[in-house]
């Protein structure tokens, strides 16, 4: 539910939902982020109903016992929810907004667009107009980070701001994701089966054509109609048999790519979003992956920014859990950090172009926000 900010409190509550690979760091994160209190945890699995939630994901005990049913979440009459699965749950999403529930996620939204064409409601509607609807009846809020593309097209579109007469906007995610360890997730996107496997295509495009939704949003920032998004793709082959631990590639598989998506206007490609994702280098092309973002602006003047990622000093890596949390946190906090800009916001569904600057920002450790 909406509250100026003046009523806005200073600790927000915060009833989170999932525990898979982002879920487990963001329930860490909250407990030492000075804008956020939290009052539950909803999981999907039965074996973690009923635990503490700092023993479901490492933690000594927080005094939150998880539970299992959206009526649990609805009495504990949280600020907000923030939903932390791989894929959405549109049946949890319009029961918590129409109690009145603000709803943050990093789950496949960032316009809406990829879920309205790509995976349209049983009743003919899509699910924009059914979550817009619920907000209504609700008085609540609605905001979706992307587990991807995340933070990449907002800062894309901040590079913006001191170049005219722009020509071509890129923004590559150039990243080894060999430490995200997601079984489900890489069988969905095809890594392991063989590059030229008919269904491949598909089923890679599918995963990922959430990407749109960030060159839609770059356009939409920076004024720029569209004609069409199109979509592109290059496979590499492994050279040999690959085995990292917890997923294997055999030779001839799915062991990296390079995506793109085509933002097309006037005939021609005016924003381009590019993912190059390696899981092995052992692969037939090979690409230079940078692991990191770029923002390259061609225009007047021309721009050329890395945004790169590095571990907290000291921090331990001498298990793959560990490195692989740095992805899991920066996949996460831009959703937690927003989360007071999106209790203060007017109800409906909101994207990044509708929240203020702050709801970017992150937080000083132990000061208040």
């Known amino acids: ?87 959405p749950d549109l049946g949890l999403y319009e029961r918590v907004l129409e109690a009145g529930i603000n709803i943050v996620t990093t789950a496949d939204w960032v316009t809406g667009h990829h879920r309205d064409a790509n995976h349209r ?21 609605f905001y979706g980070t992307g587990m991807n ?20 906007v890129t923004c590559v995610e150039s990243v080894d994701v060999s430490c995200h360890h997601s079984v489900d997730t890489w069988k969905a996107v095809g890594f392991g089966l063989p590059v030229d496997a008919p269904e491949l295509p598909g089923m890679v495009e599918q995963y990922t054509r959430v990407f749109e939704d960030g060159v839609r949003l770059i356009a939409d920032c920076l004024g720029l109609p569209l004609d069409e998004v199109r ?9 040999k048999d690959v085995d990292l631990g917890w997923y294997r590639l055999p030779q001839g598989s799915l062991g990296g790519c390079v995506l793109k998506y085509l933002g097309v206007s006037g005939g021609t ?11 092995t280098p052992s692969t ?24 790169l990622i590095f571990p907290r000093p000291g921090t331990d890596f001498s298990s793959p859990e560990a490195f692989a949390s740095v992805g899991m946190t920066v996949t996460g906090l831009p959703a937690l950090n927003a989360v007071r800009a999106v209790v203060a916001a007017p109800p409906g569904l909101v994207t990044a172009a509708d929240l203020p600057l702050r709801a970017f920002g992150g937080r000083f450790a132990g000061e208040p926000s």
């Open 1 to 87: 539910m909406q509250l100026p900010e003046s009523d806005v409190p200073h600790r927000i509550r915060v009833f989170q939902v999932a525990t898979g690979n982002v879920g487990a760091e963001m329930v860490k994160r909250i407990g030492r982020h000075p804008d956020l209190e939290l009052v539950g945890l909803h999981c999907y699995s039965a074996d973690k109903i009923g635990r503490d939630a700092g023993e479901i994901v490492g933690l000594p005990a927080v005094g939150v016992t998880a539970t299992g049913t959206v009526e649990e979440i609805i009495a504990a009459a949280p600020d907000c929810v923030t939903f932390h699965g791989v894929f």
């Open 121 to 141: 409601h049983p009743s003919g509607r899509t699910e924009s107009e059914i979550l817009a609807d619920a907000c209504r009846r609700g008085g609540s809020t």
């Open 149 to 168: 593309p995340g933070l990449a097209q907002i800062l894309t579109i901040v590079h913006a701001t001191d170049v005219a007469d722009i020509e071509k």
């Open 231 to 239: 979509f592109t793709y290059e496979f590499g082959a492994c050279t």
């Open 269 to 279: 490609t005016r924003i381009e979003m590019r993912l190059e994702w390696q899981m």
């Open 284 to 307: 037939e092309p090979r690409w230079d992956v940078q692991g990191c973002y770029i923002t390259q602006i061609d225009g007047d003047p021309c721009i050329y920014s890395k945004h």
